[in-house]
Nanobody
Framework: QVQLVESGGGLVQPGGSLRLSCAAS????????MGWYRQAPGKERELVAT???????NYAASLKGRFTISRDNTKNTVYLQMNSLKPEDTAVYYC????????????????WGQGTQVTVSS
C-alpha cells in the first residue's frame, strides 16, 4: 500500500556530485523521520543521514559536510545531495521512512526503498 521509489543513482567520477531522490506514495496519513542508508559490498548497512518531519537532521560523522539531506513534505520526498564523492562512497543507497498509515487505526510502519546504486570511479 505504501511504496518508496528512489532515483538519481549512477556512475560518477571522484570529486563529482549526485542527488538522490526518494518519493513515498500510497495510503499515507503522515510521514515522520525519513533517511538514507547505504551498504557497500561485503559490509553492513550503515546510516548516512536522517531528517525529521520538522527538518531536524542527523548525519554519520564521517559524511557531514559533504552530504546534505532535505525533504519536501508537500511531495512526500526526501533528497540526498552528495558532493565531493569518493570511491569509498560506492554503495547501494536505500531510502527509509517511518510512515503513519490508516487501516482500521493509525499505525506507524517502517518502509524501505529498493535501493539505488552509486558508483564512484574514474
Amino acid at each position: 500500500q505504501v511504496q518508496l521509489v528512489e532515483s538519481g543513482g549512477g556512475l560518477v567520477q571522484p570529486g563529482g556530485s549526485l542527488r538522490l531522490s526518494c518519493a513515498a506514495s500510497g495510503s499515507i496519513f503522515s510521514i515522520n523521520t525519513m533517511g538514507w542508508y547505504r551498504q557497500a559490498p561485503g559490509k553492513e548497512r550503515e546510516l548516512v543521514a536522517t531528517i525529521s518531519s520538522g527538518g531536524s537532521t542527523n548525519y554519520a560523522a564521517s559524511l557531514k559536510g559533504r552530504f546534505t539531506i532535505s525533504r519536501d513534505n508537500t511531495k512526500n520526498t526526501v533528497y540526498l545531495q552528495m558532493n565531493s564523492l569518493k570511491p569509498e562512497d560506492t554503495a547501494v543507497y536505500y531510502c527509509n521512512a517511518h510512515i503513519l498509515v490508516v487501516v482500521t487505526a493509525i499505525n506507524e510502519y517502517d518502509y524501505w526503498g529498493q535501493g539505488t546504486q552509486v558508483t564512484v570511479s574514474s
